[in-house]
């Protein structure tokens, strides 16, 4: 009993010593680099380029938040984890920001003591097809042959938006992606399903992609964000407010051509002014940032839309649309506080 | 048919009949000795010219080298893309290791076979003065890759990756297991309870545990045991597991070769008078592990295979670097090519080990065949 007690109070005077030291933002500033737990390789979100960069979606928010608070987008040391290893290494302090597509559920926010701060891309699970098969809804896949990842949410919500819809289906387990890219090639299942950005980026490495498409159905909810550990509002708040600062920069019209000369002059709408600190923003200081943080932002790494476009869009051979991914005014989901 | 007379005791060596040996004769008895074999041997020779044809076109004659990305790659041949590791090679090899620093990493790597050459060849001339540098080349090579001393750069472990990655975990496990192993062997032949208690547990420990359930344990569960603020390399975590986990083989391979050597041969030893050491020097050791060769280097080979399990803990080997590089959208969906080139670096290091341990063996063989 009284190990007990001692062990815990160890335990507690720990964790405790843990917690008062310097804050997460001291932290970043002491060391001068960023440390962000990214993706092994993700298309369109986290891989490196050939001179050893990496680059994607992901990695640009790591590259956002460095910005703001270091005013470097490039002081950044890159950790890489897998989809088991990722809340671990966070948990540990390996990185001060987790940014590796994952999906804000209940039990990862709550469960396990972490902070999701905002949302930065709404995933959705569908389902790929050759065009040949002239299905053009998931509707219509009665009695198809589905290769499906095993032991993976996916699974469930196929089966369960098949028994829904009351249809039947061969399920095809396969082990990674990699895997379901050949056997889908070779035929041997009708349909693959996983998340919709997983789909563009399988679609990509095809041949012919144009000779396939991805269904207009998405049967599961999967919003993408970045993480932080409990215990640090300031911190939480300055990734917050990163991303929405990227969003804003979009609805202001902010981009990273026009920012130095927006950030030098007095602008009709004041907002712009508040958000790249000619009115500095009441309680800036209480982030720790400095008045020129959006400024940093947006100039070095860009506002959404860029981003967006620059790592998964139109422009790029994953071809992915915006659908939820715009700002409310345009149809999507994304509705920021006001900047005041 | 003529026939000839020979003098009883006169018959002279007469040559076989033409079309029975030598490269005529080989063929007509074994390719074509009948129909069935004359058409299979057709068949055959058709179905390899097109196989041949078909992977030697794919490997060399239709494949590109030079590209900016898998499109352009389709666009000029048809054949493999081996732009994406040509590209890439730096990162294959170095995994993120700044490019300025690299030459630290070439000096460490071509100074292991000088540490390593009188360790491995005991023939070699001066071994004596070179054995000095074999001993000092660990904290050498450490110095000189991980930086930190003497103005060199400090590098995070994060950039280490690729083929550089497998040798640091592969030697270093390889270097610091073949000891604790032979400790461990001695230790389970004690006759000191504790010793022999010790060395049981943790052998059947550590075989008795997946590889891959040692890694997840050195990237996440040691983080909890150790109070925040450790920066305990995750590179030094992995290795020492992966000592361990082949120190507990090795200590097995080792324990059938002592105890494969016949009792007389200690009994010489106590009537020579040697103590416990020397008979252990001298007379076990030796033996053992001559005869246990083959084994501790089939448990080296499979560590240094096993060194690609660390993908799941999202350090980048080689494999993981591969991985990676499919992701980048230029070369997404060049799986087949990527692998090939892994697996042949793979393949050429372990056959190596392979040739040197057979080598090995013959030289120390004196047995009586």
């Not at chain 1, 380029?49 to 703001?68: E, L, N």
């Not at chain 1, 720790?288 to 422009?315: C, H, P, R, T």
Request: net charge neutral; glycine share 10%.
């Amino acid at each position: 009993m009284k190990t007990k007690i001692l062990l815990a109070a160890a335990t507690a005077g720990v964790m405790f010593a843990g917690s008062v030291l310097a804050s997460t933002l001291d932290d970043v500033r002491a060391r001068g680099k960023l440390n962000c737990i990214i993706n092994t390789g993700l298309a369109g979100f986290a891989a490196p380029d050939d001179k050893g960069k990496w680059t994607g979606f992901d990695v640009d928010f790591c590259r956002a938040v460095a910005a703001a608070t270091l005013g470097d987008a490039d002081k950044v040391n890159y950790t890489t984890a897998t989809g088991k290893t990722r809340f671990t290494k966070l948990a540990a302090g390996e990185g001060e920001i987790l940014s590796r597509n994952t999906t804000w559920t209940f039990s990862r926010d709550v469960d396990l003591s972490q902070t999701f701060v905002g949302v930065s891309y709404y995933d959705g699970q569908g389902f790929m097809v050759p065009k040949a098969l002239g299905v053009k809804s998931a509707k219509g896949l009665d009695g198809a042959s589905v290769c499906i990842q095993t032991g993976t949410t996916t699974e469930l919500n196929l089966a369960e938006f098949f028994a829904g819809n009351g249809m039947k289906y061969n399920p095809v387990p396969i082990e990674t992606n990699a895997e379901a890219q050949e056997l889908y090639k070779a035929g041997r299942c009708d349909v693959y399903t996983t998340d919709a950005s997983g789909l563009y980026a399988t679609m990509s490495s095809f041949d012919n992609p144009a000779d396939h498409m991805v269904l207009p159905e998405i049967v599961s909810k999967e919003p993408l964000g970045p993480v932080v550990r409990h215990g640090d509002d300031q911190w939480a708040d300055i990734v917050a407010w990163t991303l929405k600062a990227m969003m804003a920069g979009e609805e202001l019209g902010i981009t990273s051509a026009n920012v130095k000369s927006l950030a030098g002059k007095d602008n009709k709408n004041k907002e712009i002014n508040r958000l790249l600190g000619k009115d500095p923003l009441q309680g800036i200081s209480k982030l720790g940032l400095s008045a020129d943080w959006a400024v940093n932002i947006i100039g070095q790494v860009g506002n959404y839309e860029e981003v967006f476009e620059k790592n998964l869009g139109m422009s790029t051979p994953l071809k992915i649309a915006r659908g939820m991914n715009q700002l409310y005014r345009d149809g999507g989901l994304f509705y920021i506080p006001p900047i005041k | 048919m003529s026939t000839q007379m020979y003098k009883p005791g006169s018959y002279p060596n007469l040559p076989p009949p033409p079309g029975t040996v030598g490269f005529y004769g080989w063929i007509r008895n074994n390719l074509f000795s009948s129909i069935s074999n004359t058409l299979l041997t057709i068949v055959s020779v058709v179905l390899v010219y097109y196989l041949i044809d078909g992977i030697i076109g794919w490997f060399l004659f239709d494949a590109v080298f030079d590209a900016d990305s898998k499109i352009e790659c389709r666009k000029i041949n048809d054949g493999a893309c081996w732009a994406v590791i040509t590209r890439r090679v730096g990162q294959f090899v170095y995994g993120f290791y700044p490019e300025a620093e690299r030459w630290r990493i070439n000096i460490s790597f071509l100074t292991m076979f000088i540490a390593f050459a009188p360790l491995l060849y005991p023939d070699l001339p001066k071994r004596k003065w070179l054995l000095w540098f074999s001993g000092i080349y660990p904290f050498f090579a450490f110095i000189l890759i991980n930086g930190g001393f003497f103005g060199l750069a400090k590098i995070e472990y994060s950039l280490f990756g690729g083929f550089m990655l497998t040798v640091i975990l592969g030697v270093t496990g390889i270097v610091c297991s073949l000891p604790i192993g032979i400790l461990l062997a001695l230790g389970r032949q004690s006759k000191l309870t504790v010793v022999r208690t010790l060395s049981v547990c943790f052998i059947e420990f550590m075989r008795g545990v997946p590889l891959i359930t040692l890694l997840f344990v050195a990237s996440s569960m040691l983080n909890y045991f150790m109070p925040p603020g450790t920066n305990f390399s995750i590179l030094v975590r992995v290795i020492i597991m992966f000592t361990f986990f082949s120190a507990a083989y090795i200590a097995e391979v080792i324990r059938g070769g002592i105890q494969a050597i016949p009792k007389g041969q200690y009994e010489a030893a106590d009537a020579l008078g040697m103590n416990y050491w020397q008979t252990t020097r001298f007379i076990t050791l030796p033996q053992a592990l001559k005869i246990s060769i083959p084994g501790i280097m089939n448990t080296f080979i499979g560590l240094y295979k096993d060194t690609t399990l660390v993908v799941v803990i999202g350090l980048l080997d080689p494999l993981g670097i591969g991985r990676a590089a499919l992701a980048d959208t230029k070369w997404n969906g060049l799986s087949t090519e990527t692998y090939l080139f892994v697996a042949l670096f793979f393949f050429v290091s372990c056959f190596a080990m392979s040739r040197y341990s057979l080598w090995l063996e013959n030289k120390l063989n004196t047995e009586n065949k």
